[in-house]
């Protein structure tokens, strides 16, 4: 099982060929987006932060940032930064040019203005886009995939059919040799359990436990139940009446293939195989602590429906609920509905969607990737000051 | 026939409704490899639960073979299972 991807200088595989302008703040954030616009592939990654930031919140944007730099789908780099903000734009650079990637700056203080900064920016990004316009694409097996699994908008069939399903493609791919990350901290309440007897060693146990306890310490901390927020009013429409029941079909999609490690929000797998990642449940947040950590590609189940896409990977959507394909196949891209209605198996739609993956590694364009969804946001672990 | 309910693991005291289900109607589904009968007394929205065994006030309810909840009052088989009825045990901030 191969597929043809883009082979970076740091010998990771990309199966997109983007050049990222990635804005160092808020401030940047739309010279940054200005730039993009001019130029075919590149891709803008505004943000609503970067300053006035503290601590290990201030740490986690600017790992973020440098972290989608490194991102395989991700060919060269345009760092945009005002030049007074928190975030250091040289080190963010600095950072990502380790990959061997070509990273250029572009400082909107010292090139004096938006007109400027964007003229400077629009010849750079030009140049850039050149360059890696002669990338060719090569012969690469399903082991340099690194997936992300994510859900959002559940309802009865997330847990009865889509997440088991995205379950049997992440362990075929780990079987092959690939990775797979599953997210959504808040979303293991109530299964930790069970996660943690997947762990590979009694420390991995440990820290599937701790993210857990601190996710929901944090939740208690505001005083309130944490259903209405977890599940949401359109989950606990869809038939989901609690975190526990949520998370219990939630964890479905990283299969049944052991845990190998617990990475921090942003942070990149040492290795090959199935990882947890601490990151909120909100989905766009969520993607982005993923792509951070190097994965290229995102399967995303969906019970209600929703329009997510990424601005540097490609998102295939799945939903097991006939009439939310009927009322979103604009946005969605598998229909696995048949498991419901008790047509097909579990297993069989599984294979169907590993043969969708392979083909999206091969360049096919997603509904969210064809209608230009390119949602972002940057998970925040403290207010800003 | 269409497929009406799905209960997941044979410990669970909740079916799933995978249709629009009504009050009064008789539902069949699997419980394990035996199928078994209920009657209805409400209304299950497609992808709701109903309890398929009586659940005494305070006690666990089970999907997936896990306790997703506890029951709030006494639960009637044939009732639904839903956030009027069985609260979340987690992420209790309003507790003190």
């Known amino acids: ?385 | 026939m269409q497929k009406q309910a799905v209960v997941i693991n044979k410990s669970d005291n909740v079916a799933t409704a995978v249709a629009n289900l009504v009050a009064g109607s008789t539902v069949s589904f699997f419980v394990g490899q035996d199928v078994q009968q209920i009657v209805l007394s409400e209304d299950i929205p497609l992808g709701h639960k109903f309890a398929i065994q009586d659940i005494a006030n305070n006690k666990e309810v089970v999907k997936y073979g896990e306790v997703i909840g506890s029951s709030l009052n006494v639960i009637n088989k044939g009732h639904h299972v839903h956030i009027h009825n069985i609260q979340s045990n987690r992420g209790r901030g309003d507790w003190k």
């Not at chain 1, 989905?283 to 951070?292: K, W």
């Not at chain 1, 990424?310 to 969605?332: E, L």
């Open chain 1, 1 to 385: 099982m191969n597929f043809n991807g883009y082979l970076r200088p740091d010998g990771k595989v990309g199966i997109r060929n983007y050049l990222a302008i990635i804005p160092t703040s808020v401030c940047a954030s739309v010279v940054a987006s200005n730039i993009a616009s001019q130029i075919p592939k590149a891709v803008a990654l505004p943000n609503q932060h970067g300053c006035c930031q503290i601590g290990a919140d201030h740490e986690q944007t600017v790992n973020t940032l440098i972290g989608l730099g490194k991102n395989p789908n991700i060919a060269a780099v345009l760092v945009v930064g005002l030049g007074c903000e928190g975030v250091p734009i040289a080190k963010v650079a600095e950072e990502i040019s380790k990959t061997g990637k070509t990273v250029e700056v572009v400082i909107i203080q010292e090139s004096g203005g938006t007109l400027k900064a964007t003229a400077e920016g629009v010849r750079k990004a030009s140049r850039i886009a050149r360059e890696i316009s002669l990338l060719k694409l090569q012969e690469f097996p399903v082991s340099e995939l690194t997936l992300a699994v994510e859900c959002g908008g559940s309802d009865f069939t997330s847990g009865l059919a889509s997440n088991p399903v995205v379950g049997t493609a992440s362990d075929i791919l780990v079987n092959a040799g690939g990775t797979s990350i599953l997210s959504e901290t808040t979303e293991f309440i109530g299964a930790e359990h069970i996660l943690a007897k997947r762990a590979k060693s009694p420390e991995v146990g440990e820290n599937i436990f701790k993210i857990i306890n601190g996710c929901e310490q944090k939740a208690k901390l505001l005083n309130v139940d944490i259903r209405g927020g977890q599940p949401t009013p359109g989950n606990i429409q869809g038939g989901i009446s609690s975190i526990e029941e949520k998370s219990l079909g939630c964890i479905y999609k990283a299969g049944n293939s052991p845990i190998e490690g617990v990475l921090a929000y942003g942070e990149a797998p040492q290795d090959k195989g199935l990882y947890v990642m601490d990151t909120p449940g909100q989905d766009i947040e969520s993607i982005t602590g993923m792509l951070a950590g190097g994965a290229t590609m995102v399967i995303f189940t969906t019970g209600r429906g929703t329009p997510t896409g990424s601005p540097i990977a490609p998102v295939i959507k799945i939903t097991a609920n006939a009439d939310t394909y009927t009322m979103m196949s604009d946005n969605i891209d598998l229909d696995a509905s048949d498991i419901i209605e008790g047509t097909k198996s579990i297993e069989e739609v599984g294979q169907e969607l590993f043969q969708e993956m392979l083909d999206v590694a091969n360049g096919k364009l997603t509904k969210a990737e064809s209608l230009g969804h390119h949602e972002f946001g940057i998970y925040k672990i403290a207010p800003t000051f």
